[in-house]
């Protein structure tokens, strides 16, 4: 929630992860009810440098984009997708991947409509604060606390499909794991 002259409020948690469950930003957030929209900032050529960084022998484009909840900018994404299938997901859905517009889109919806769906992923996370860049494109003041999100994800056969790094902001996004404690007697 936002109030002006006040700074930016966490009105409710908005993206919640819970172990074991593979959900795209989309479908996480459709459980809010609430209008989830995004906005293609730039689609580039990844270096063959970055792409072998990543893992994938692959050419891949880069897909930066901002996420919006209802009318309020709530992650910045950026996507590294092998070129062959980002052409394939552009075909099907270019309006929806034009650099300025805003759209409602889910990358891992549009990767099972080319035949490609995510079957797994590894994702690591870690608190750090923004750049200027960051907090300005999520419109919120420095220092800002973010949370980073670094996420591999792969189709059924192993082939890298998309690395994302996804930034949020911290009141914004939740992980819950469930721990057991091996040996114990109870």
């Not at 709530?74 to 034009?98: D, G, K, W, Y």
């Not at 606390?145 to 939740?174: C, F, K, Q």
Request: cysteine-free; glycine content about 6%.
């Amino acid at each position: 929630m936002r109030r002006q002259g006040a700074g930016t409020f966490v009105s409710d948690p908005g993206l919640r992860r819970r172990q074991g469950a593979l959900q795209s930003f989309t479908q996480s957030m459709q459980a809010l009810e609430r209008e989830i929209t995004h906005q293609v900032l730039s689609v580039e050529a990844l270096p063959e440098q970055a792409s072998l960084a990543l893992g994938s022998t692959e050419a891949m484009v880069r897909l930066t984009r901002l996420r919006f909840l209802d009318l309020t900018p709530m992650a910045l994404h950026v996507s590294s997708i092998p070129t062959s299938l980002f052409r394939q997901v552009e075909a099907a859905n270019p309006a929806a991947l034009e650099p300025g517009k805003r759209a409602s889109f889910s990358l891992y919806a549009a990767f099972g409509a080319a035949g490609h769906p995510v079957a797994r992923a590894k994702e690591s996370n870690v608190a750090r604060l923004a750049t200027a860049t960051e907090a300005k494109l999520l419109q919120a003041p420095q220092p800002l606390a973010v949370m980073e999100v670094w996420r591999m994800s792969r189709e059924a056969s192993g082939r890298l499909i998309d690395a994302t790094r996804a930034v949020y902001l911290t009141g914004n996004y939740s992980v819950e794991i469930e721990l057991v404690r091996h040996g114990a007697a109870g």
